[in-house]
């Protein structure tokens, strides 16, 4: 709903979405508006809303995820906290964590122990909830500098965090342009894929 029926305000999206026969929908972020109101839209509607995103940081200034940043991970952690209120108002049980954009000249050691550290946190907060905790793969032609860039190394992330409550978001558009190969990728791992997007390469 995030780029779908721009015409619409946010909460009248639901309703235009319903429209057009959709029963489920996802958006990126909810945290604009008042979860009461968005919960009540989507009951209205009668949609199902299955996905939205950890809070980002400033995505107005090209932030793209705070998660992997070690000078955030207060802030990461209030950001699960506010997205299990959403959560449990929309009755939304998977949420999506972006790890943000690597720092320069930040050592991928520390990068990567932060992004372990902080999964291993919010899937544990999750999981009391109920709720799946995905972690997604970018393409870095499109957010050049992206973290997580590949299905394997999310993989083996997953592996280190050890939490059954971790799957993968798989975004086809991103996947075909950093590795292609995407049916058997799906195929090996559909066990531990939590969610599927799809959009054309290369212009969505």
């Keep these: 709903l995030s780029l779908l029926f721009g015409d619409a305000g946010f909460p009248d999206r639901f309703d235009r979405a319903a429209g057009a026969g959709f029963r489920a929908v996802e958006f990126q972020f909810p945290y604009a508006h008042d979860k009461d109101e ?16 950890l809070p980002a940081g400033n995505w107005d200034k090209g932030e793209r995820g705070i998660a992997c940043i070690t000078s955030r991970v207060s802030e990461f952690r209030d950001g699960v906290g506010r997205a ?22 930040v050592p991928v050691e520390t990068l990567r122990e932060t992004f372990v550290s ?10 009391r909830e ?3 905790l995905l972690v997604e793969p970018v393409n870095t032609r ?11 190394q999310a993989l083996a992330i ?47």
């Design 158 to 204: 997953m592996d280190e965090v050890r939490s059954a409550n971790l799957k993968l978001q798989y975004d086809v558009f991103h996947m075909q342009i950093m590795e292609g190969d995407l049916a058997a990728t799906i195929e090996a791992n559909i066990g531990r894929i939590g969610h599927i997007q799809i959009a054309d390469v290369p212009d969505r």
């Design 38 to 53: 968005l919960s009540e839209r989507a009951r209205r509607a009668g949609v199902e809303v299955v996905l939205f995103n």
């Design 118 to 127: 902080n999964l291993r946190y919010a899937a544990g907060e999750f999981e």
């Design 84 to 105: 299990i209120e959403y959560a449990k108002a929309l009755g939304c049980t998977r949420v999506n964590c972006l790890s943000g954009i690597a720092p320069a000249r």
């Design 130 to 132: 109920r709720i799946t």
């Design 142 to 152: 499109s957010v050049p500098g992206f973290y997580l860039r590949n299905s394997g």
